[in-house]
C-alpha cells in the first residue's frame, strides 16, 4: 500500500503540509466515497439498545458468526474501524516500511526507534469491494502510526502518533466523502483510540496499551499547531483486563445514570513471562466510563479467526440490525476477512 497516484489524485494540505495520495478502485469516484446523506453513527444513535442487551451477554454466551466478507487487496495492519452505514466500512491502516529497533535501555522516555512508514484510509463498500484507499502521513513523518477511529456523523477521528510509546501523536479529524485530514491539536505523548462525546463536545483518547485517558474539550482554546496542546485531565485506566484498541462513544446512557460511555474491544497476553508456562491472548469487549475508565460491563469474545487470530486483536464496531446486537471484527493483517457476529 504504497502511497501513490492511480486514476484519481485529489492533493490537500496535510500536517507535514504533502500531498495525500487517494486511489479509487471498481470504478469508483469521489462522490461515490460515502454514502450522501451522510447516516447517523451508528453507535451513539442505537446506545440503550446496545447497553441493555449487551447486559445479557456472559462467558457462557454462544456467538453466532452471522457473515464473512473478504476484504479486497491488503490492509496491512488493520487499527479501526468505522462502520458508515451498512454498505461502507472505513478501515484506519498501517504500512511498515522500516521496524521499530528496541533501544538496549530507554532513552528520552521511550524504548525503541521510530520507524518509517504510511498511515491509510481504506474504504470499502458491503461486498468487500475496495472503494478507495487514502494515504493520510506524509512520507518521512514520524507520526504514522493510525490508532483506533470513531464515525461521529460527520467525520471520522483519528490518532496518528509515532509507532512508541512516550512519544507524540496529531489528533486529526476526517471528512468522510472525501477523505481530506484536517490536523486538529498535537499531544506529547502516544494516542492510541478516540472517542468524541457528541453531546459535551468532549474528545477521549488512549496512550499506548491505554494506560492512561487523556480529556479534551473542542469548545476550549487548543493550541496553535504545531505546538502541543495540554488536555484537561488524565486518568489512569484502573483495569487490567485488556488493552482497549478500539473506541465507540455509546452517550449519556440513562442506565448509567447518564454517565459518558464508550464501548471498547482489545486484548491482552496473559502470562509466559517466567518461561514457565505459555502466554495466552485474552480478548473483550467492555463498557466504559469515559471519565473514570471504569469498566461497566465487559465480556470476554473467545472467537479465533480462520488464521489463528484472536478475534478482538484489532478494530472492531458495534450496531443493532434487524432487532439484535452485532458486533464486527477485523483481526487479521495484509489479508483481511471481516467477521459479524451475533450473541445467539
Known amino acids: 500500500m504504497k502511497p501513490s497516484f492511480y486514476s484519481t489524485t485529489l492533493v490537500v494540505a496535510t500536517i507535514a503540509q504533502a500531498a495525500l495520495a487517494i486511489t479509487f478502485n471498481n470504478s469508483h469516484s469521489p462522490s461515490t466515497i460515502a454514502p450522501s446523506p451522510l447516516p447517523p453513527p451508528g453507535s451513539s444513535s442505537q446506545a440503550e439498545e446496545i447497553i441493555r ?22 490492509t496491512g495492519e488493520p487499527e479501526g474501524l468505522a462502520r458508515v452505514g451498512p454498505d461502507r466500512y472505513y478501515v484506519g491502516s498501517g504500512e511498515w516500511l522500516t521496524p521499530t529497533v528496541k533501544y538496549p535501555s530507554p532513552i528520552n522516555g521511550t ?10 484510509i481504506l474504504v ?17 513523518d514520524t507520526e504514522y502510526h493510525i490508532g483506533g477511529i470513531e464515525y461521529d456523523g460527520a467525520h471520522i477521528w483519528a490518532t496518528l502518533s509515532e509507532y512508541r510509546p512516550n512519544s ?10 472525501t477523505l481530506d485530514p484536517e490536523p486538529v491539536f498535537r499531544v506529547r505523548d502516544h494516542q492510541g483510540g478516540i472517542v468524541h462525546d457528541l453531546v459535551t463536545d468532549d474528545l477521549v483518547t488512549l496512550n499506548w ?29 484502573p483495569s487490567n483486563w485488556i488493552d482497549y484498541q478500539d473506541c465507540k462513544f455509546l452517550g449519556h446512557s440513562k442506565k448509567y445514570d447518564s454517565r459518558a460511555v464508550m ?68 483481526p487479521d493483517e495484509g489479508e483481511s476477512t471481516l467477521y459479524v457476529y451475533e450473541a445467539e
Not at 442487551?53 to 491488503?74: C, M, N, P, Y
Not at 507524540?168 to 466523502?177: L, Q
Not at 480529556?215 to 495540554?230: A, C, M, T
Request: aromatic fraction near 8%.
Open 53 to 74: 442487551q449487551f447486559a445479557s451477554l456472559r462467558r457462557s454466551t454462544k456467538w453466532k458468526l452471522v457473515s464473512k466478507i473478504t476484504f479486497e487487496g491488503t
Open 209 to 237: 496499551g491505554a494506560r492512561e485517558a487523556s480529556l479534551w474539550n473542542l469548545g476550549y482554546k487548543l493550541k496553535p499547531l504545531p505546538e502541543f496542546s495540554r488536555p484537561r485531565s488524565v486518568t489512569s485506566n
Open 111 to 120: 524504548d525503541r526507534t521510530t520507524g518509517s512508514g504510511f498511515a491509510h
Open 263 to 330: 464501548i471498547c474491544s482489545g486484548i491482552a497476553d496473559i502470562g509466559g513471562g517466567d518461561g514457565q508456562q505459555e502466554a495466552f491472548r485474552l480478548g473483550g469487549v467492555a463498557i466504559v466510563d469515559m471519565l473514570s475508565m471504569v469498566p461497566l460491563a465487559d465480556v470476554p469474545i473467545p472467537m479465533i479467526s480462520d488464521r489463528g487470530q484472536a478475534m478482538a486483536k484489532n478494530p472492531f464496531d458495534v450496531a443493532i440490525v434487524d432487532g439484535k446486537l452485532r458486533f464486527y471484527f477485523l
Open 168 to 177: 507524540t501523536a496529531t489528533v486529526v479529524r476526517i471528512d468522510p466523502s
Open 124 to 140: 470499502f463498500d458491503g461486498s468487500g469491494r475496495q472503494v478507495a484507499d487514502a494515504t493520510i502521513s506524509a512520507p518521512g
